[in-house]
């Protein structure tokens, strides 16, 4: 990952720029460089991943245009061609295509034309015109934010970056672009674009060809690369496709706690038919306690099954950056909002399974994406999401909801289906039944945190936090001591979440009170 701050006003004091520009200076502890353009103060944080030389340092200028991208752009060598007969590139960096790209065609064609993970701010000085986009499922943050003194419209990686600076800090919606004032969608990935008949065996061909290509596209990549391995079907499939790809052994890595680990047996499974150089990570009852305020503030959120699910994953990236030379991570995230969750098994329509999965898509960039991408880049390292392939995406949502729903007594059927009777992973991992993340590696671990908030907090703490606080009001004495720490170093910013994730309570079978899969009765074999 990469970390950016551009400051939209020469009013501000370059020693707050600097402080917002070091909040973020983990994202991209390679190189640092800053410089005054149009008024405004650009800083950029780099994690050297593609051209590894100075020359795709940050930020890049061109006819009195100048630009800040933290992404990947995985079709910048077909871009380039387009480009080649009137600019001349002079890094290999996929993200200098930008600039010329936007000079031919203008933002909003622009944006349609990429195929990537990207969050990038321009601007032409030539116009006078300040324009910004982010990737339709919101893999790469971004915010924006409107500056103390003089209210011009600012945008940072993360929003600790503007918090010295600006007062007003919003997230930068996911598929959409900025441009003369306006935020404008040129994709949303939770729209179905077409519907499609295919029978089941065409869905399950079609399926692993574009997952197998969304995981190929992703291995560009000048540093080297590693995989988080939970044993799951997600991240084992990854890591399976990848596998395949080359003739040497990739470097896999899982975490569980030293008492109850669940997913530590099945990554071993898998690590061991696969063949990778493999690495387990066991932590404690202290290594939770110890970084939760770290995680949180790294985070930026305060809610439940977020914070749960980061904790396993941080230390586990924390152990990657300390112990090894890799600055690539792919990981399993998207599956479970394209093919549903534990609880989507209730779904009492199809219609109704997929609204859930429109909303769980339109979500993403606050729960499960905010975890990866903040836990993998606040050890400065780059994550890489392959089922969330815009190509793949808008495939899955075109199948008819009925053929995704859990009519085979097997939740992901159709994922599952699609590499049956192949030799990417064995059959016992294939159809394993689901755990969650915060569950999986080890139940020991939310029962710790639950039993610290218990002895943190009375009766009367968790009943006064009506008062406190009105907006998503904690509800546990878990949730209030996450509020208490987000707000410690986010006040009164709550409002970059929109809700508690939880299952859909209006569905028999999901009124619950935790996010926890453990909660729901067919949560059954997970566990073991």
């Known amino acids: 990952m990469c970390g950016f701050l551009v400051i939209g006003s020469d009013q501000v004091k370059y020693k707050d720029f600097k402080n917002g520009l070091k909040n973020i200076e983990r994202r991209g502890p390679d190189e640092t460089n800053s410089v005054m353009f149009g008024n405004r103060y650009w800083g950029f944080n780099r994690l050297s991943i593609m051209d590894l030389s100075l020359n795709g340092m940050q930020p890049f200028t061109y006819q009195n245009c100048i630009l800040v991208c933290n992404g990947e752009i995985y079709n910048y060598l077909a871009l380039k061609e387009n480009l080649t007969s009137n600019y001349t590139f002079f890094s290999a960096s996929d993200c200098e295509v930008l600039l010329p790209l936007y000079l031919k065609y203008e933002l909003d064609v622009m944006v349609r034309m990429l195929d990537g993970e990207f969050a990038f701010v321009l601007y032409n000085k030539d116009k006078g015109q300040i324009v910004a986009a982010r990737d339709p499922m919101g893999i790469r943050p971004m915010f924006y934010g409107y500056t103390k ?55 399950a061909r079609f399926l692993r060809f574009k997952l197998e290509k969304a995981v190929e596209k992703r291995l560009q990549s000048d540093a080297p690369i590693g995989y988080l391995l939970s044993g799951g079907l997600d991240s084992s499939l990854v890591c399976a496709i990848a596998s395949h790809l080359y003739d040497r052994p990739i470097r896999t890595f899982a975490i569980g706690m030293e008492s109850d680990p669940i997913d530590l047996k099945y990554a071993k499974q898998v690590a061991d038919y696969l063949g990778t150089d493999h690495t387990e990570v066991i932590m404690n009852k202290e290594d939770i306690l110890t970084s939760l305020i770290e995680v949180i503030k790294t985070l930026e959120t305060w809610d439940i099954t977020t914070i749960r699910a980061s904790i396993g994953m941080y230390l586990l990236c924390k152990y990657i950056h300390e112990n090894t030379n890799l600055k690539v991570i792919l990981t399993g995230e998207v599956s479970d909002e394209l093919f549903g969750y534990k609880y989507t098994d209730f779904a009492p329509s199809p219609a109704a399974f997929q609204k859930e999965s429109e909303k769980r898509i339109q979500e993403l960039y606050m729960y499960d994406v905010l975890r990866a991408d903040r836990c993998i880049s606040g050890n400065s390292l780059e994550g890489r999401v392959p089922f969330a392939d ?16 859990n009519t085979y007594d097997k939740g992901k059927y159709l994922l599952r289906h699609a590499f049956e009777g192949t030799d990417y992973l064995p059959h016992n991992i294939l159809f394993r039944e689901k755990a969650a993340f915060s569950d999986a590696v080890g139940h020991s671990m939310v029962d710790y945190l639950k039993e610290y908030a218990e002895n943190k907090y009375t009766d009367a703490d968790l009943e006064y936090a009506k008062v406190k606080y009105p907006y998503c009001t904690p509800f546990t004495k878990e949730s209030l001591l996450y509020r208490d720490i987000f707000e410690e170093f986010y006040p009164q910013k709550s409002h970059w979440i929109k809700d508690f994730w939880m299952p859909n309570k209006q569905w028999e079978g999901c009124n619950v009170n935790d996010p926890s899969a453990r909660v729901l009765k067919n949560y059954g074999e997970s566990g073991k």
């Open 149 to 203: 003194i003089d209210h011009q419209i600012s945008f940072a990686s993360e929003a600790k970056a503007l918090m010295p600076v600006c007062d007003e800090i919003y997230p930068f919606p996911p598929g959409y672009y900025y441009q003369n004032g306006k935020f404008v969608c040129y994709n949303d990935l939770s729209e179905v674009k077409t519907v499609n008949t295919d029978s089941l065996e065409e869905i």
């Open 390 to 405: 815009i190509d793949f995406v808008n495939y899955v949502m075109s199948i008819d909801p009925q053929k995704k729903m």
